[in-house]
């Protein structure tokens, strides 16, 4: 968990009754063009439900230009390219649509509502273990992830105060953001 990340640990998420603000990040490349079909998805979304929307796309996206051009048509879509400071951006969303990468953790120690899958077969098993614990929404497999089943779940998400209150509740449960505390008065027990 990046020092920034654990800064925040104790901090308090507000669950709004009707969630506001969607963040979307897929990783550094994409190389499955997850982003694409979370775009996809957004045209699903029926007109009652308006939400500020962050598209972030990471440095090493060979499509981020095409992908500028996609959410430059469209009103209420903010495509950040390249954050330095992803931790600020979690917070300030609602609900956080993405892959169970690296940075699954760090938005659990910010309690965030998450709808996720697996952009590679490595992000199974941490999708499947986060799922079981109630502190994210699974769609599996991202590539086989219909944009229209993404986006019945937003939407289903976006008016559920209370299921975003236990997905944050129980995001909190599984990482505290306190790892590296234990692991380093283990190594200095063990010097003793």
Known sequence: IRRDIR???NWSRPIPP????LLITFGGSDPGHHTERA????SFLPPEV???????????NPRASALAERTSRRSGIELIFDTKDLGKLIRKSDIVLSAAG?????????????????????EHAPARAITARHAAINLGPLAQAS?????????ELVRDQASRQTLSNAARSVVDGYGVDRVLDAMIQDMV
Do not use: C, D, F
Request: proline share 6%; charged share 10%.
């Open 39 to 42: 775009l996809e998805a957004l």
């Open 102 to 122: 690296s940075t699954l953790w760090e938005r659990a120690v910010l309690a965030t509502p998450m709808v996720i899958g697996a952009a590679v077969p490595v």
């Open 7 to 9: 800064a925040w640990r």
């Open 18 to 21: 009707t969630a506001q603000s």
């Open 147 to 155: 944009p229209k089943a993404i986006a019945n779940t937003i939407v």
């Open 50 to 60: 308006s939400l500020n929307i962050r598209v972030v796309v990471g440095g090493g």
